[in-house]
């Protein structure tokens, strides 16, 4: 491709034009680049799409931004009854309904971003089909509006850890980081399915067997620790394992989950970084089928 | 300046049939297809070409048409040509910042106010923040919705809705600047204030490409044309020349401008009537004369027999009553036979828009023969004439070319008009 674009153009059209861009429209072959700085160009875009996304999530809705704690919140107040109370799950000496809902928060994010990613591109076909824009813009912006929905779920936690006595320890400055991993986490899975859900309608089927089926593989309503070495590192291939624990870890004092964070955070970012791949090649059919 | 904005080279589009009839497949056909088809290629049957071969070069300034019949590609060049869609085969350069217009409003949500959208769909046409905020008053002013500004987009009236999207895409500042159908929404008020506003935008040297039907527009905005057929470049030159070939071209592929009867009548036999004008069918430049032809059979002798026509405007109002025998001294007295008659619209009169001809035979003061309502109808285009050189429709059914005088004169010699009420 890259010899086509240096051949074929007259030298004298490329100096008349000066500093103007020019854009060569071409069929792509193969794998293409991920346009990042095109990506950045547009990064207030990226913004409006977010806020958007934020403003009318719970538009129409009776009880508006309660959604976002009522979900983690109810699922907890179920899994402190049966597994808790009832099943007498082991939860690392800590109460139970802080030691899930800890996990909880971060999964719902992880879970909405991917559910709402899914199917952001087919959602959003009205555009998709009249304007020109990188298309990344769309998984990413539905992934961040999420962040919103977390730190209000989040504020819950705080009040929750007041409540049973808990003190975070300094670890508490790594939850950016750990919710970066969630996020990354989310983004690649949703670009991945995104992409496919564009020509497959299939996934919109798959995505809610894949999250439950994903919340019972991550140590939510139960402890890491009922695992031991080296499978607990091996655990550590589910990215969100990495994540529910590293919050664990920095809220409420449990043992660090060293080798599996580094084993989710690189499973994570090789998620991300196919699924943008992945998404970028599939891109150019998203106009002609979505 | 001569410099190319945009050249386009053997450009081409394959789309998949069944990709777009069934609009997605699921996965399960997918691999059925993949395992059927091992190893083969996909046959060509199951693909067409939206565009192939498609070459030409546009200036900067330049101010170009895409016209043609649907299906032709118009559209599919316009997506290809703004990066929405890739190209199968060949390539296009661009030079400079491209804004595309494909549809008004994309992007505007319902449940967000006025203000809200304006930034929002400004930032998907790809303008920066801080630009949206030097436009927002002017913006919100041309599109008149100041009241309304902070209400939800879904409160507002189509009418309000369309004027605030426009004014949004309008205030857009391109070097190039692609436009497909947008000036075929809204009334006849609002489209030719996007008109307007086209014209000026044409006027401030941007390059402009617009696809449209409406051939008034296009003759008065562009000075070339590129008329596609069949998703190949089927002429480009002048754009009189080129709406006048597209005009010529769709006549033959035929449509009723011709309207016959064979009628249970004592008297009257048969009757048929056909439209005849440059380029008929069943658009009709303005500038065309029409001639209405009758033919019909008299089975035995009569007098006052009259064959004529009603013409109605697509709109509802009747503009005139006319029949054969008009200017006859006395009323006319046929023998048995087939007989011809003609009459001719003149050119230069009717105003672009829509129009019926509603057959009519009687004798005269006996009784009604047959009212065929709105047998024919045609479509009458501005293409020059009284106005064409701002690009807007008149208000009207009319648009004659009448004769006007204008000269410099004495300021002593100008009328003095008494009100009366002066002291």
Redesign the interface.
Known sequence: MDT?TNS??PSV?LE??GS?????????TGWVSLKLRELWN?R??L???T??DI??RY??TALGAAWALIQPFGTMVVFSVFFGKLAKMPSDGIPYPIFTYTALVPWTFFATGLTQSSGSLVGNA????????PRLTIPISTVLSGVIDFVLAFVILLGMMAYYGVTPTVNVLWLPALLMLALVTSLGVGLWLCAMN?????VRYVVPFLTQFWMFATPIAYPSSLLHDPWKTVFGLNPMVGVVEGFRWALLGTPAPGGMIAVSSIVAVLGMVSGAFYFRRME?TF???? | MSQVAIRVENLGKQFRIGGRVERYQTLRESLVRKLKGLGRRESSENTFWALRGVSFTVDHGDVVGVIGNNGAGKSTLLKVLSQISEPTEGYADVHGRVSSLLEIGSGFHFELSGRENIYLNGAILGMRRAEIDRKFDEIVAFAGVEKFIDTAVKHYSSGMYLRLAFSVAASLEPEILMVDEVLAVGDIAFQNKCLRKMGQVAGEGRTVILVSHNLSAISSLTKRCILLKHGRVHAAGPTSEIVAMYLRDSATEGSAVAGSREIKDDTLGSLLCELDSEGVNPTIPSTQPIKVRFWFTVKQAVTGLRVGFDLTSGAGPHLFRTYYDDLAENPPELQPGAYAAECTIPPNWLNGGDYYITLRASIHGIRHIIVLERALGFQIVNLAGANAQYGVERPGLLNPTLDWKIEPTDPATLPTISTGSDA
């Open positions: 086509a074929t153009s059209a008349t034009v103007t861009a020019v854009v060569r429209i071409a069929p792509s547009y207030e875009l913004y409006f799409l806020w958007r403003k009318v538009k129409q009205n555009l998709v089909k009249k304007i020109y824009f564009v020509q497959f309608r299939d150019k106009a002609d089928v979505v």
